[in-house]
């Protein structure tokens, strides 16, 4: 089906930035296109929420908290998006999970997370 390996997690100070990547493989990609690709996040004891999605064309989305200081980008070549996070406060800790959607299906993938963690 659908693999999707995040990387670039880490701890940073207050202020700082990260750079997250993800890739997708698997053999569903034969026969069907990759959709809109993003980013959610998960604290400890919260839910999971959306910080920015890239659809195929390019058109982005970004949370409130995103805006400003998160871009969002992808190679559609490589089954890639990234993430470049700046100005990286506490609040921003969390696992960070890689999500796609295949073109015409209803159906969402998920990757493992990678942990970021912001010092003060």
């Known amino acids: 089906q659908v693999q999707l390996l995040e990387t670039g997690g880490g701890v940073v100070q207050a202020g700082g930035s990260l750079r997250l990547s993800c890739v997708a493989s698997?053999?569903?990609?034969?026969?069907?296109?990759?959709?809109?690709m993003g980013w959610y996040r998960q604290a400890p004891g919260l839910q999971r929420e959306m910080v920015a999605l890239i659809n195929s064309f390019g058109d982005t989305h970004y949370a409130n908290f995103a805006k400003g200081r998160f871009t969002i980008s992808r190679d559609n070549a490589k089954k890639m998006v990234n993430l470049q996070m700046e100005s990286l406060q506490p609040e921003d800790t969390a696992v960070y999970y890689c999500n796609t959607k295949i073109a015409g299906r209803d159906e969402d993938y998920w990757g493992q997370g990678t942990q970021v963690t912001v010092s003060t």
């Open positions: 698997g053999s569903i990609f034969s026969t069907y296109n990759i959709g809109t």
